[in-house]
């Protein structure tokens, strides 16, 4: 090759990318595609290896079925509350009685320190159960009420003996110094005498 060849062929590949230019749009599309594409790929193997060792924090099947507590309720008459224990705690069941349900249902909301109705703590169709925790938001003490003979204070439901909070039938906290109602467990009924809680 000759000299003026050399710097013609020197010249052609300067000028085909001049200093400074910068690439095609064409050349750029490509690598961002591919960029793109192996980020995406990384992303759905990190996923894909994750799922196994999450899956394997979770409870086993025995564990979980420990979490529930299924009570039979066939035998609760209106007016009285069984005590049960669900995950190591107390649980009030409450089968109301027309009366209770007719109080509960005058209360204004404007009276409550915790504004909630009886339906919204009880499940459709099944107002005369409800289903609370048996420990006060005060200090986690045991309310009384759930026995024949056991005071419930002026409002009918609960009353804590040890700082005098006072519930009502519907289990919200009218007075003392509890600041919330009694917390309504998660439970269904899997079938019109047998209530599943948790």
Not at 34 to 63: E, H, R, T, W, Y
Not at 106 to 120: H, I, M, W, Y
Not at 157 to 176: E, K
Request: aromatic share 6%; net charge negative.
């Amino acid at each position: 090759m000759s000299k003026d060849d050399e710097g013609h062929s020197l010249k052609k590949t300067q000028s085909d990318f001049p200093e400074g230019q910068p690439e095609t749009s064409d050349s750029l599309d490509r690598r961002d595609f591919l960029n793109v594409a192996a980020a995406g790929l990384a992303g759905i193997g990190v996923c894909g290896a994750a799922i196994p060792f999450i899956a394997q924090m979770n409870p086993s099947k025995d564990v979980s079925e420990q979490g529930k507590t299924e009570v039979d309720i066939s035998t609760v008459p209106p007016g009285q509350t069984v005590k049960v224990v669900w995950r190591d705690q107390p649980v009030f069941i409450r089968h109301l009685t027309e009366q209770e349900i007719t109080e509960a249902n005058a209360v204004a909301l404007s009276d409550l320190r915790d504004p909630e109705t009886l339906a919204q703590r009880t499940k459709a169709g099944k107002q005369d159960w409800l289903v609370t925790m048996a420990i006060c938001t005060h200090l986690g003490c045991i309310p009384q009420g759930s026995h024949a003979g056991e005071p419930r204070g002026e409002y009918g439901g609960y009353i804590c003996s040890c700082h005098g909070s006072a519930f009502d039938t519907a289990g919200r906290i009218r007075r003392g110094p509890a600041p919330t109602n009694l917390v309504v467990p998660p439970y269904h009924f899997i079938s019109p005498s047998v209530i599943s809680i948790g």
